[in-house]
Each structure stands twice: as structure tokens, then as C-alpha cells.
């Protein structure tokens, strides 16, 4: 399967929401300390970039039994190695994952990221601060610039409308405004936000889904929120992997519209107590 490379830094505000996708667009790592020498987990974030799904998918998979390693990684002072293992935490659901969150930096900024599944209280909280500290939030001590925009991950907008509190889509619209204050309308980052009112039935389509073998590729196209109304009909449906205990599926979600048009996504579900699906997780995977 051929797939477009996953889309690499432009400028920093760029580099915050595709963190991950810009990080596995890098070349191979250099080799890392001795304790983590003859880890095959290590080997394996090592070697992986955007267009190896059966790397991603073999980490998906047996990451359960990986976490304390990939744990470890998230100490490692090489910051691209540190994000990649921050990224399979969140898709594994890895109880590591908010404290991996918390010593990623780029260039020394911290951008906001998910600490796993579910936005709480405290996340909420968070995104709050953020925008009450944004230079662009009154439009005056804003430059005018995309370094001005909210410096937050591109899924944190999906997870504040799979939320789908009032709360939460209240803080997407004002997000939006920063966005549109600071320029910042071009940048991947604002899609989530600057679409938000289009996305209040985001929720009930992506709760209790049913995926049998018959249905999941219609369920899963019905249910992609993010995807352009006028793309739905290019959308293609892919299962990466299954977890070892078949509570978590790994998707990924695209469209194509020409050679230098499309946009591919990771989709992570979890099994909810009904035996139905949910979406937890909604991650760019790449862009052309």
C-alpha cells in the first residue's frame, strides 16, 4: 500500500500539532544508551516511521506486555524516541501515558498533549489555563503570528468533541477564535477546533458502534466525523491491529483526492461494557 509520507515540520506552531507525525517522518535513530541496547522494544520505535504500519501495528498489538519499556523510553533524553513511545502509550492506553506527556519538549516548549483516553476534569482544566495565558486572547498582545496560537496537539480538539460536554465544546469555539486571531487557520491544528459546531453529533455517531466483520468498514465510514462532508465518498477503512485481549482496535481512516490531496488517520476504539465500540483517540497519521 502505497501512503503518503507523513507530513514534516514547517514552524513550530505546525511542529506542536502533528508532533508525533512530524517524529516519524525523522530518519532512523542514532544508537541510545547501553541499558537499552538488546531491548527489542527500543529496536522497534528505532525503526519505525510513518509508512511501516506493521511496525506501528506490532507495537499496537503486544504493547500491553511492552509497557514498562516503553515506559522507560519516556526518560530517554533523545526526544524523538521519547515522543514515539509517548504515542504507542496512547494508543495501548498505557497507564504511563500522562507522565510520558509531561517531559516532552521541542525547541524548549511543552505543548499540550492527551494523557490518555478520556479528557478529565483536569485536562479540561488545563486547556482553560492555556487560553487564558494566550497572548491572543484579547487581541492585543498578540503579534499576529502563528507562533501565537495555542500550542496544543491537533487530538486534543478531537478529544474535546468526543467528550461532547458543553464544557468542552465550549472551550473548542473559544480555541477557534485564538486560532483565527493568530493566524492560525492554515495550520492542522485548528481543523478540530475551527469545525467544532459542525461536529455536535460527533459523540452519538462514535459511542456503542457494532463491527462485525459484515459491517465495520460502513460503521467505520459513517462514523469518521472528521472527515470532510465532501470526501466521504474517498473514504477507506483499514484495521491495523487488535490488542492481546481484544479490548482496543487499532483503525486508520483516510481519503485521497489527488496526488498532493488526502489525509489519513488513526482511529483507536475500546470495547465498552455493552461488548459494543467507542472511540477514544483520534490522531493524524498523515497529510499530502
Given amino acids: 500500500m502505497n501512503r503518503p509520507r507523513p507530513i514534516r ?30 531491548s527489542e522494544t527500543l529496536k522497534l520505535l ?12 506490532t507495537l499496537f498489538a503486544t504493547g500491553q506486555s511492552r509497557e514498562p519499556e516503553l515506559a522507560e523510553v519516556c526518560h ?27 517531559n516532552l519538549n521541542f525547541e524548549g516548549e511543552s505543548p499540550m ?3 490518555g483516553d478520556i479528557l478529565t476534569g483536569a485536562d479540561l482544566d488545563r486547556v482553560e489555563k492555556l487560553i487564558v495565558e494566550n497572548p491572543c486572547k484579547d487581541d492585543r498582545g498578540c503579534k499576529k503570528h502563528d507562533d501565537d496560537c495555542p500550542q496544543l496537539d491537533e487530538s486534543i480538539g478531537y478529544g474535546l468533541i468526543l467528550n461532547g460536554s458543553n464544557r468542552a465544546f465550549t472551550l473548542a469555539k473559544r480555541i477557534a477564535t485564538l ?7 492554515g495550520l492542522m491544528a ?9 461536529m ?47 479490548s ?20 483507536v476504539l475500546k470495547k465498552n461494557t455493552a461488548g459494543t465500540w467507542d472511540y477514544v483517540l483520534v490522531s493524524r497519521a498523515w497529510i499530502s
Fill in 179 to 185: 486560532f483565527k486571531t493568530c493566524r492560525g487557520e
Fill in 113 to 115: 498533549l492527551l494523557s
Fill in 200 to 246: 455536535r453529533d460527533a459523540p452519538s455517531k462514535t459511542r456503542n458502534l457494532h463491527l462485525d466483520t459484515a459491517s465495520f468498514e460502513s460503521v467505520m465510514k459513517q462514523s469518521a466525523f472528521f472527515v470532510p462532508e465532501d470526501r466521504q465518498k474517498d473514504v477507506s477503512v483499514e484495521l491495523l491491529a487488535r490488542n492481546e485481549t481484544d
Fill in 46 to 57: 528505532k525503526t519505525w516511521d510513518g509508512d511501516d504500519q506493521s511496525t506501528l501495528a
Fill in 190 to 198: 485548528a481543523e478540530p477546533f475551527l469545525k467544532t459546531e459542525s
Fill in 9 to 38: 515540520k514547517y514552524s513550530r506552531a505546525l511542529l506542536y500539532c502533528v508532533v508525533v507525525g512530524s517524529l516519524l517522518a525523522s530518519a532512523p535513530l542514532s544508537g541510545s544508551a547501553d541499558p537499552h541496547a538488546d
Fill in 248 to 267: 482496543r482496535m487499532l483503525v486508520e481512516v483516510s481519503y485521497r483526492c489527488g496526488m498532493l490531496c488526502g489525509s489519513g488517520y488513526y482511529v
Fill in 76 to 102: 530517554d533524553k533523545d526526544q524523538e524516541l521519547h515522543a514515539k513511545a509517548y504515542f504507542v502509550l496512547l494508543i495501548i492506553g498505557g497507564i504511563a501515558t500522562a507522565d510520558c506527556a509531561k
